[in-house]
């Protein structure tokens, strides 16, 4: 029970209802809010409804009535084309020239009368693009065109032409006429019923636009054409794209065939939000689709939504003004306390409220004022100690990656970064290059020049190490008077140069001697991965063994791992000097 008591004021904190203020504020905007929100609503779910019922009214009117029209349109095409195919002028001179056989001369006078009739039928009907007589081959035998042009005929034109019907084809771009059609087939039979050939007629879609113009009046916005793939074949709105080339999302598509008179919502072809519907054609797979832009199709009801809402919003500005000035003539005494203490909960404490009166509050002002300042205080405190900390953390942080002497990385932290490294190349496949380098003589120079002396070549050959690489390179010493260098993505070669490079750099450095100045020489070793390994010691082990090598050559000068030097490098009289050959390296 008591875990329970302290969940609910928690919550009541939390939520701020334990004010006097805030509660009159909350019951006033609920008691204004929930009955208004509820009206609101009912009347803008019983409005949609209908505006959505208005919609889809309008627009199974509006395509039903085009598709009507577009059917019948179709009708006397077909009819028309059963016509002329049945003309006695076309059976009479087509059956001289395919049929019969008949002389040169006949079969002239024939095509000249097939040609004439052709284009008196064609200058009569805007519809027909062409007219064309074919052959049982398909070839063109007459054409109402000034010359012939080619065609594309329906699928399975003549298994239909055998048995006497017609054929519908797809529409196409036609390069030639420079417009849009369909070809329609109809077989031309003789008295007897012996078949001669088909009658083609390119049908184009004028009468399909200026039907849709016609009915896309008011509040329709767009009536188009379209096939089942969604392509646009005619629209009510000039189309910019080329014939056959604008399409309707598939899904799209597939939802308006599939649904026929129901209206959906969608993207139309030219990307504004639109809602529609479609309506089959019959003889054709070919859909009417009647669209209304959405915004101008539910502004009624969005006008209504916005209204409800500015009514809403106006009352609780108003209900809400009114009870927020009620409640602060009652808890304003206490609000600024409140104020000051929601601070501190924040971490600002740079808070001093003042004290305005001498009753209760006055004294929890001051006793909250005093709170403030032990708390400011010790926080400064703390701050103070946590950064004395950090700098020694850090110090000591330093001090365990590094070597005292030389200021570089010791051999711990080269281990780490090796393997590192080691992990990065293979991630990136990229080569790197390990130099091992060892200070020549060095033990006969502490012995002849003293510790001192031996710490000031390490302390100097580091520096010169450092300055001689990349600020991406890697430099540690490794132990004694070894130190190794690691070049990220430089191959075996470039690591033979660079040591080179280190190598002249040292030969040029000056140390005190005993009168006139000595010079240090140092023997580097070079191991890269992957040539030589993928293991970190590994690759420590093969640089150090060529490094052994250069030793063994006669020092001062640099080995890659896996070669063999070709011969002893003398000694400079400066080296010799430098110190004697000894039990070191």
């Not at 054929?167 to 001669?196: H, K, S, W």
């Not at 304003?332 to 203490?341: E, K, M, N, S």
């Not at 001093?352 to 400064?380: I, K, W």
């Not at 030969?507 to 010079?519: L, N, Q, T």
Request: glycine letters at 6%.
């Amino acid at each position: 029970m008591a875990a329970e008591k302290e969940d609910k004021t928690r919550l009541l904190q939390v939520s701020r209802l334990n004010s006097i203020k805030t509660r009159i504020i909350v019951f006033a905007l609920l008691a204004t809010i929930i009955p208004s929100v509820s009206m609101g609503w009912l009347s803008y779910v019983q409005n949609r409804k209908f505006l959505n019922q208005k919609i889809k009214q309008e627009l199974r009117v509006v395509t039903s009535q085009v598709s009507r029209e577009l059917d019948l349109w179709l009708k006397d095409r077909l009819l028309d084309v059963r016509v002329f195919s049945s003309s006695y002028v076309v059976l009479e001179n087509l059956d001289k020239i395919v049929g019969q056989g008949g002389a040169h001369l006949e079969n002239v006078v024939a095509l000249r009368r097939l040609k004439d009739y052709l284009r008196s039928v064609q200058e009569k009907i805007v519809d027909y693009q062409e007219l064309m007589l074919l052959d049982l081959e398909g070839k063109v035998v007459a054409t109402s065109a000034k010359q012939a042009t080619s065609v594309k005929l329906p699928d399975k034109w003549l298994p239909r032409a055998q048995t006497n019907k017609h054929t519908i084809g797809q529409p196409y771009y036609d390069e030639t006429l420079q417009a849009g059609v369909v070809v329609v087939t109809q077989p031309i039979r003789t008295a007897n019923e012996r078949l001669l050939g088909v009658l083609a007629a390119k049908i184009n879609f004028r009468t399909i636009s200026e039907t849709l113009k016609n009915y896309a009046q008011g509040e329709i916005g767009e009536l188009y054409l379209i096939t089942e793939k969604g392509i646009l074949l005619v629209s009510s709105r000039p189309i910019s794209a080329t014939f056959l080339e604008t399409k309707l999302e598939v899904s799209t598509t597939r939802k308006l065939f599939f649904e026929e008179g129901n209206p959906q919502r969608y993207y139309g072809y030219h990307g504004e939000p639109v809602v529609g519907a479609l309506k089959r054609m019959s003889e054709l797979a070919w859909g009417v689709v009647a669209e209304k832009e959405r915004a101008k199709a539910y502004a009624q009801i969005a006008r209504l939504r916005n209204v409800t809402l500015l009514l809403v919003v106006g009352l609780l500005l108003l209900i809400g003004l009114g009870a927020y000035l009620l409640g602060l003539t009652l808890v304003r005494p206490i609000d600024r306390l409140t104020g000051g203490a929601s601070k501190v909960a924040a971490g600002d404490l740079e808070v001093d409220l003042p004290v305005l009166s001498r009753s209760e509050v006055g004294y929890l002002t001051e006793v909250f004022n005093d709170m403030v300042a032990r708390l400011r205080q010790g926080r400064e405190e703390l701050a103070a100690i946590n950064e004395t900390l950090r700098k020694k953390n850090k110090e000591l942080h330093e001090l365990s990656i590094t070597d005292s002497l030389t200021g570089l990385y010791n051999r711990k932290h080269l281990m780490e970064t090796l393997d590192n490294e080691v992990a990065r190349s293979k991630r990136h496949k990229h080569d790197f290059t390990v130099l091992v380098v060892d200070i020549d003589h060095f033990k006969e120079y502490n012995d002849t020049y003293g510790h001192l002396a031996g710490d000031e070549v390490l302390s100097r050959l580091a520096s010169v190490f450092k300055k001689s690489v990349r600020s991406c390179d890697y430099v540690a010493r490794y132990g004694g008077e070894e130190f190794i260098i690691v070049l990220p993505e430089i191959g075996p070669n470039d690591g033979v140069q660079a040591a080179e490079r280190i190598r002249k750099k040292v030969v040029k450095e000056k140390f005190a001697g005993d009168g006139e100045p000595i010079k240090v020489t140092v023997s580097v070793g070079v191991a890269s991965y992957p040539k030589d390994s993928d293991d970190p010691q590994a690759i420590i082990r093969h640089a150090d063994s060529a490094l052994y090598k250069a030793k063994e050559t006669g020092r001062n000068c640099v080995v890659l791992a896996g070669e063999t030097p070709k011969k002893k490098r003398k000694k400079s009289k400066s080296e010799g000097k430098a110190a004697t050959r000894g039990g070191s390296k």
